[in-house]
């Protein structure tokens, strides 16, 4: 049985890690990733889309050759402005030469679009390739946030990721080793109390400047999928508490469920739905604080 304990929580961990990083490789602010290949050599391009507030973008490519040339064209989004063109400068950064272009900019919330143009000598070549690529749109679109201090986000992070990990750990024990469920089902749900329902708000309010966009009050997916799954989670408490056997069918079918929601919220992409300046607001005067909704 202590051999069995031991392979559920590895199971666990692993499958933590797997949903943690779906999620974050899936999500809009994870860089879009392509190669080019410019005489010869295979490049890998990497496009940020997400800034804090403390700095303008930095858009790079390394070095494609001396006869290469780029341009990146930029525009607020979502507007109908058109697109600007801003050359890319050589700059030497750690000894390495790169090509560098800086997007303006914007408040919280702001989000700039953009692509790049590149002509080498195979030709013209477009970043994001047109028809999406691989993780969706002919633009990369970059949000800007202000800054979350540190041990926040730290604290915020940590403590969502243990609730993941002691949440798969229970419901790996309802299936197959019932002791202990009811103990971990508890720590689950209060890690992802103060984790989600308590720091995180505290998050969101120093990158966007509110600290609950999500249900009743707005659509924000991230809220409302943290609050989906920490009612999932009571649930499943209550369950237990009534059921009084954590071995009891129904009480091993709430954690069951719980951890089912916890695996559906985990597969959405992180910050979908999220912040958004409304610049049609912002460009009739409203203050930008007072114009963040949800895109």
């Not at 024990?173 to 019932?178: L, N, T, V, W």
């Not at 998050?203 to 009743?216: D, I, L």
Request: aromatic share 10%; with cysteine; hydrophobic share 50%.
């Amino acid at each position: 049985m202590k051999l069995l304990g031991s392979f559920l929580w590895v199971l666990a961990v692993v499958m933590m890690f797997a949903t943690a990083s779906y999620q974050r490789r899936t999500g809009p602010t994870y860089p879009l990733r392509a190669t080019v290949e410019t005489e010869g050599v295979s490049h890998r391009i990497r496009l940020i889309r997400s800034q804090e507030t403390t700095a303008e973008a930095r858009v790079v490519l390394p070095d494609l050759g001396p006869a290469a040339e780029a341009t990146v064209h930029w525009r607020r989004y979502p507007t109908d402005d058109l697109f600007t063109p801003m050359p890319m400068v050589r700059e030497t950064v750690d000894g390495e030469i790169e090509m560098a272009a800086y997007l303006p900019l914007q408040p919280a919330a702001g989000k700039v679009e953009y692509y790049v143009n590149l002509t080498a000598a195979e030709g013209q070549i477009r970043l994001p390739e047109l028809g999406g690529g691989t993780q969706g749109g002919d633009t990369a679109i970059l949000r800007y946030k202000d800054p979350v201090p540190i041990p926040l986000l730290i604290a915020h992070v940590a403590m969502m990721f243990f609730a993941v990990l002691i949440g798969m750990r229970a419901a790996l024990g309802a299936m197959f080793r019932p002791k202990g469920v009811a103990r971990l089902a508890w720590i689950s749900l209060g890690l992802m109390t103060v984790g989600g329902m308590i720091l995180g708000p505290f998050v969101q309010k120093y990158a966007f400047g509110a600290y609950w966009t999500g249900w009743p009050f707005g659509y924000d997916l991230t809220d409302n999928k943290t609050l989906i799954m920490w009612v999932a989670w009571i649930a499943a408490c209550a369950i237990l508490v009534r059921r009084k056997d954590e071995s009891d069918r129904w009480a091993r079918a709430g954690v069951f469920g719980a951890a089912l929601v916890m695996v559906g919220v985990y597969l959405i992409p992180h910050s979908m739905r999220g912040s958004e300046l409304d610049y049609g607001a912002v460009d009739t005067g409203v203050p930008a604080e007072e114009a963040v909704g949800v895109g």
